[in-house]
């Protein structure tokens, strides 16, 4: 009998290549009918999530489908991205097996980005833009974790913060295929920034959250036809944090800290205007 594993793997293989296919064959388009400036897109993907924590010798791993919304103003020399995502799954591995009981977690990663695309073909490569700009992120993470039965720990992060960022841009000669990549640095807006512990069988708590994300972002959208496109979409993320017992970044008042790696591909369908 076939893993569920390899279920996954073969229908989302043949999910990407049917899109995949749809863009190869569509027709050109003229590149004055597509320079539009605005996009609204809502895709679908699947998101792995590890997360290690330093005061236990644990490694905790999750997987779930992902929906995302996000809008896209772009003109010649600027772009403006807002994404909203959202993740939720009712399994998670500890240490490589797979606990009894109730284990869940959840994500919902907000972004904004402004990039000003200030260097034209870059690299000598033609149509391709290099940029710089700014990010802001919020982020909530959450998992629950039943440690044997009976007894649970529930652990929640909220992460605000701001950083730079650096973009390339692609468009081919008409416009209709365009790829992207994005490389942001964000670290936390103290008091905003907090991470908590509700549990039967450890010490509870609520406190600060100190933290430095890197993240890269790669695109790449097709025109299907003067209003509609479709985009391929990988987000990573890599974070290490340090939680306290209160909101103050003293080495006494450390509690407890770790790491996480997200990481999602999703497939979009977009309008523009």
Not at 218 to 226: F, G, N, P, T
Not at 256 to 271: D, E, P, T, V
Request: hydrophobic residues 40%; glycine residues 10%.
């Amino acid at each position: 009998m076939e893993k569920p594993a390899g279920r996954k793997v073969i229908f989302f293989g043949g999910f990407f290549l049917g899109i995949l296919i749809l863009a190869f064959t569509a027709q050109n388009i003229r590149a004055e009918e597509i320079g539009r400036a605005c996009c609204l897109k809502l895709g679908l993907g699947y998101g792995y999530w590890i997360k290690g924590l330093l005061n236990w010798p644990v490694e905790w791993r999750g997987s779930s489908p992902v929906v995302v919304l996000s809008f896209q103003k772009s003109t010649e020399r600027f772009s403006h991205n807002t994404k909203l995502a959202f993740g939720r799954s009712g399994s998670i591995s500890v240490n490589g097996r797979r606990r009894p009981g109730e284990n869940g977690f959840y994500w919902l990663p907000a972004e904004y980005s402004f990039t000003w695309h200030c260097a034209r073909n870059v690299f000598r490569i033609k149509r391709l833009d290099w940029g710089f700009g700014g990010t802001a992120q919020f982020m909530r993470l959450r998992e629950t974790v039943y440690l044997q039965e009976g007894e649970s720990a529930r652990h929640w992060e909220q992460y605000v913060g701001l950083g730079p960022n650096m973009a390339f841009r692609w468009q081919s000669a008409n416009s209709s295929w365009t790829a992207k990549m994005m490389i942001s640095f964000t670290c936390f807006l103290p008091y905003l920034s907090r991470a908590g512990v509700i549990s039967d069988v450890i010490p509870e708590h609520s406190g600060g959250l100190w933290w430095l994300r890197s993240g890269v972002s790669i695109s790449v959208d097709r025109a299907l036809s003067k209003s509609w496109v479709m985009a391929l979409v990988y987000d990573r993320d890599a974070v290490i944090g340090a939680r306290t017992a209160s909101y103050k970044l003293k080495a006494s008042e450390f509690i407890g800290g770790g790491n996480y790696l997200l990481s999602h591909f999703s497939m979009k369908i977009g309008y523009r205007w």
